[in-house]
């Protein structure tokens, strides 16, 4: 889509950058706030992608590029769902269709896409530490170069915000973080009121007042300290922004995110303001498009849909996803043994746990975007005889690495990691890949690791997990499974192989989803092809057995081929000095970019055309 029709955008077609907003009097800010929301509106239904978070961002994103002189001064987005209406207002506006599409614009904000992208995000709770080093850069370049970070839509449940918010308090550069808080539990802290205290507290007399109270009293240790507990405890009855205070910030706050001449007002004052800032602006989810106000998780991210029409269309019926295989395997575990808890890193939607959540709450935990305590606090739950099932997406695991080794293996408890998102995603692009989660967790003694090739195998996986005395894991992908029948739940044979097809010369070591692609490539060149099941313990005899009566092994899996199954495959023929040639086949060195998880197999070689392509040139 572009912006064709000028009259129904007509100030929003003039805006190619944010130096032409700032063209603009102030009075056509709100104008340019409808338009843009209309546009995201328009735009997003026609292409799918991120809309509520957007929706609630537009007054702020009109605002921030209004005030400060971007992209001199730094902008920092946290996550990026909230960042399409920046992508609109700095040059992106008419490529807004591509969004998340092969060779199309980045799902999220990405350095090399935009030098208003000051920092490449996907994962949550980055940028306030991020806005730090680049304040404290700023801070020797003494040009007046300004730095802001907009963190929201839960992140700063994190512990990385906290962290960075107590370095910055200590170091005291001049930074502002914004909060944006669409939490509806405190709208009716929003009004009239607290605008207009906001407007005090950053304006200039208070500020004024405040310093030069300071410098008065510099002097006067006591005093000061007096002063100092006053004006906390009166800021402290009419905002929550306390905990901001200790931590070092002056709060600000909170103030109506979709007000904007109250945004550009408060901003414009505390631009000038030293120190670490805290503007905690509330704002809501889906603002201006009522289906999304009312449902704005189901409006998150979206496909393709008619706006005027209340609801998203409806998915055809069809196999189940994986994730949705995984809840049901969840209630049916909880319905037979009260120790089974399921943990998620605000995943419930995305992992497959809605049923859980409101059949079992008291065994049901979101312990918030907090992955590495989710791992932690799952350990505890192990050692008290309790049998946690950690459902998580493998990009998001990673942040829990630390814990995975020390808290949980290490001590070799029972924890069953449910990781989803496996493998190729697509539309996400390289910060949602699963790509490493074999060979980051292979390495890790006393790890079972196991790697389903349908819906039958991933229940079957997780029952062996669940029973499993020790620490295990199931990775399995994003999307629908291949509609196999479900056999009885029966723990598996740790370590054994499967062999699907028996035929001569090329051998086939697939591990996970790619089976269907093997055995076609199988039936082309009448090869043999095994389904591995178990990346760790490895079945070292039906490798052996392979090596020894077949020419060519090749290993099929939908992870980085440094460190993966491929490489246990070969460590192991190395261990046992045998010389049968390896071909790898999985993912390059290299970080996988965003499209259609069918496209990206396409281009990488890991459909049945790509691998049995990658074959017959080994073998020439």
């Known amino acids: ?30 104008q340019v706030s409808d338009e843009l929301r209309q546009y995201l509106l328009s735009s997003v239904s026609k292409s799918s992608g991120h809309l509520a978070s957007g929706l609630g961002t537009v007054e702020l994103t ?88 907009v963190i929201g839509d839960g992140a700063l449940t994190a512990g990385m915000a906290f962290e960075a918010l107590n370095h910055a308090g200590d170091v005291s550069p001049d930074m502002l973080v914004i909060l944006n808080d669409n939490d509806m539990s405190i709208s009716e802290n929003v009004g009239a009121l607290n605008s207009h205290f906001a407007r005090i507290l950053s304006g200039k007399l208070y500020t004024s007042l405040r310093e ?8 006067m240790p006591n ?65 201006g498009y009522a289906p999304a106000e009312k449902d704005p998780i189901g409006y998150h991210g979206v496909p393709k849909f008619d706006p005027s029409v209340d609801s998203l269309p409806s998915k055809p019926a069809t196999v189940p996803s994986y994730s949705a295989v995984f809840g049901q395997w969840l209630c049916e575990m909880a319905a037979q043994d009260p120790n089974v808890i399921g943990i998620t890193p605000a995943m419930r939607e995305g992992s497959g746990m809605v049923e859980f959540a409101q059949r079992f709450p008291k065994q049901y935990f979101d312990v918030a975007i907090a992955e590495q305590h989710a791992v932690t606090f799952g350990a505890g739950l192990a050692i008290a005889g309790k049998k946690p099932v950690v459902a998580i997406y493998s990009t998001f695991l990673q942040r829990a690495y630390d814990q995975v080794i020390h808290d949980v293996a290490l001590q070799n408890l029972p924890v069953l990691f449910a990781i989803d998102r496996a493998g190729i995603v697509g539309a996400d692009g390289p910060t949602h890949q699963g790509a490493y989660d074999l060979s980051f967790l292979r390495c890790v003694p006393n790890m079972v690791v196991m790697t389903p090739s349908d819906e039958n ?42 062999e699907k097809r028996t035929g001569k010369g090329v051998a086939i070591l697939n591990f996970g989803i790619l089976l269907p ?53 070969l460590e192991t023929l190395q261990q046992h000095r045998k010389q049968t040639p390896v071909l790898m086949l999985g993912l390059p060195d290299e970080f996988i970019k965003h499209g259609t998880q069918d496209e990206i197999r396409a281009e990488l070689g890991l459909d049945a055309t790509g691998i049995l392509a990658q074959i017959r040139a080994y073998q020439k």
């Open 223 to 287: 005093m000061r300290e007096l002063v100092s507990k006053a004006e906390e405890h009166v800021k402290g009855m009419v905002t929550p922004g306390t905990i901001f205070e200790e931590l070092g910030f002056n709060y600000i706050g909170p103030i109506d995110g979709h007000d904007v001449d109250s945004l550009v007002e408060t901003l414009q004052n505390m631009r000038a303001m030293k120190g670490p800032q805290l503007l905690h602006v509330v704002t809501r989810k889906g603002k």
């Open 1 to 30: 889509m572009t912006i064709a029709n000028q009259t129904a955008f007509p100030l929003l077609h003039l805006i190619d950058s944010p130096a032409d907003l700032r063209g603009l009097p102030k009075q056509k800010l709100q």
């Open 517 to 569: 692609e093997a055995l076609e490539v199988a039936d082309a060149i009448n090869a043999t092809v095994i389904d591995m099941r178990f990346v760790k313990p490895l079945d070292v005899d039906a490798v052996l057995a392979a090596a020894e009566s077949h020419e060519l092994l090749v290993t099929l899996e939908e992870n980085s081929i440094l460190g993966g199954a491929g490489s246990a495959v």
């Open 457 to 498: 195998e991933c229940r079957l996986m997780l029952y062996t997990g669940y029973q499993h005395a020790g620490p295990s894991a199931v990775r399995y992908p994003r999307g629908n499974g291949v509609g196999a029948d479900y056999q009885p739940l029966a723990a598996l044979p740790l370590g054994k192989s499967v």
């Open 212 to 219: 030069g109270g300071k410098q008065l009293l510099r002097g």
């Open 62 to 149: 009109v605002a921030l590029h209004y005030v400060y002189q971007t992209p001199f001064d730094h902008l920092v987005w946290d996550v990026g769902h909230q960042a399409y209406p920046h992508k609109i207002l700095t040059g992106r506006r008419d490529s807004m269709h591509t969004i998340r599409q092969k060779e199309g614009l980045h799902p999220f904000p990405w350095r090399e896409e935009s030098e208003y992208d000051v920092l490449s995000v996907g994962h949550s709770s980055t940028s306030i530490s991020a806005a730090l080093g680049l304040a404290i850069a700023a801070q020797h370049e003494e040009q007046n170069r300004k730095v802001v970070a």
